[in-house]
């Protein structure tokens, strides 16, 4: 799916908290105050109960989808695991996001290092094209390539569906890289090149290990908006079977509670490496969480 | 960067000049290459196609704008972009502003609900949706039990059950630029305003919202554009009763094939959404120059 311009979205993520007079009960009266809160939690319930509802459904012995569940087991985890097909597609997804992620994340980060580091004419406008699949539908791009696959007979290729892939996943990696390098200070790269070492030693040898805690986070945000993406992969990957692909087929078809299984070990996997991540890079954490705005 | 540019004091070193090129091309070239030839060349392309039958035609935007359907079918979709919008506003305002007046350790904890659903596939979080929204789900059950109905109601596949779901993939694209704009308002600015006594509402319509109104309508069309390329959300919750553009394009493509037709819909779908696009972003320049 598109994403949002991050431009508007970035700052959340440094601003200086406000001071401490500012509470709302200063600016608004105690009615509308009741009002606000009551609506913001009601938003931020309704955000998060698809994410709480799948996980108990996830355990239920049921067919039918009722919540609670009126039994448990683990029937649906085993639906999947024995399920050839399913764990076909788990490779499938796998194999994708890891090849298109680490294409994403080598054209991305060193495009966003010229985009930083140098002045030209004409960058903005090559910004704005490499940032231009986050607001153009992604069933525009499908089409498009639709067209120009079936041409070249890469429909239902590896490569095909990888190229497309990459090409939603490169302005997540060229927006986090972006910020992470202004960030960076540029005066240790002149002394690097002061003492004579080429632009790629400056690369590979400065900025890659100052800045790996943003490397990981775009990486994993590439690899996570490749395994979720199901439009492209849906026109472009032919009879190969993805996991999100082969869950919108099972649902337009009928009710599979196998996905709930699935929908879990997803939402664990991520959360967990998330988690991970924070753990790892403190620093990088609060960037993690805003990367994907 | 060409040699007979303006005598810029770069000028007088070209070895350096040329050294500078040379490094902005290795860094910016292998990505604008890939995205020439992968995304700019096969979305002209389809701006060709859309044009060809083989020879040049208008056709197939004639036959979009005659044929009932399509017109149907995208005044549906505009509808209930709009509908998304103003759910967005009415839900995403309140819980941005709510966020700007917490503490700061709450605040972090539901910003990071917030953001948590954008880390889980919309697929997971629209399949949720039909155990909720379902004959046999929590909603119905709930309000049978209330008594408030007699026999479930149809929530889920048709239109309401699809604008549960855009909300509910669309809010914190709409929440998070908004509450980012919100916190760097001055308090200072409220503050005078009381002390000059202005009653509490009269400072938040007169002095707090006007300051918010770009955001919220940069946030606004934000959310208008995204519904509009929705395909996932009306395919599963809207049971396929609920066409919208981007369900009428994958028709196109894989079932009656009319590439043509397909690729002139795209077209029309991608000039809409830059379009709106510009106009967000010229709004929210405005708002922060």
Known sequence: ?293 | MTANAAPLPIERYPRRRARRARRVAAAVGPLFVFMLVAFNLPILLMLGWSFSNPTPTLNHYAYFFEVPIYLRVMANTLRIAAITVLCCVLLGYPLAYWLRGMAPRPRLFVLAMVVLPFWISILIRTYAWIVILGNNGLVNRGLLELGVISAPIGILYNELGVIVGTVNVLLPFFVLPLYASMARIDDRLMQAARSLGAPQRVIFWRVFFPLTTPALAASAILVFILTLGFYITPAVLGGGRVPMIANAIELLINELPRWELAAAISTLLMIAVIAFYLVARWVRRRGTA
């Open chain 1, 1 to 293: 799916m598109a994403r949002p311009d991050p431009a508007s979205a970035a700052p959340s993520g440094s601003l200086p908290p406000s001071p401490a007079g500012s509470r709302l009960d200063r600016s608004v009266g105690r009615v509308e105050r009741g009002l606000v809160v009551g609506l913001g939690v009601f938003a931020v319930v309704f955000l998060m109960l698809p994410v709480a509802i799948v996980i108990p459904m996830s355990f239920s012995g049921e067919q039918l989808l009722t919540f609670p569940p009126p039994s448990l087991s683990l029937r649906w985890y085993d639906s999947f695991f024995s399920d050839p097909r399913w764990l076909e597609a788990l490779a499938n997804s796998a194999v994708v996001a890891l090849a298109s992620s680490l294409l994403a994340l080598t054209l991305g980060t060193l495009a966003a290092y010229g985009l930083v580091r140098h002045r030209f004419i004409g960058r903005a406008a090559l910004e704005a094209n490499f940032v231009a699949p986050l607001i153009i539908p992604p069933i525009i791009g499908a089409v498009a390539l639709y067209i120009v696959f079936a041409k070249v007979g890469l429909l239902g290729s590896y490569l095909g569906l990888v190229i497309a892939h990459t090409i939603i996943t490169t302005p997540y990696v060229v927006l986090v890289m972006t910020v992470a390098i202004a960030g960076f200070d540029e005066r240790i790269e002149q002394v690097a090149r002061s003492l004579g070492a080429k632009e790629r030693t400056i690369f590979c040898r400065i900025l890659v290990p100052n800045l790996s805690s943003s490397i990981l986070a775009s990486w994993m945000l590439a690899f996570v908006v490749s395994f979720d993406e199901v439009i492209l992969t849906l026109f472009l990957f032919g009879n190969r079977e993805t996991i999100p692909k082969r869950m919108i087929t099972r649902l337009e078809l009928q009710i599979d509670p196998t996905i709930t299984a699935i929908a879990t070990m997803l939402i664990v996997f991520t959360v967990g490496a998330l988690g991970l991540v924070y753990f790892l890079v403190r620093r990088s954490g609060r960037s993690l969480l805003d990367a994907r705005h």
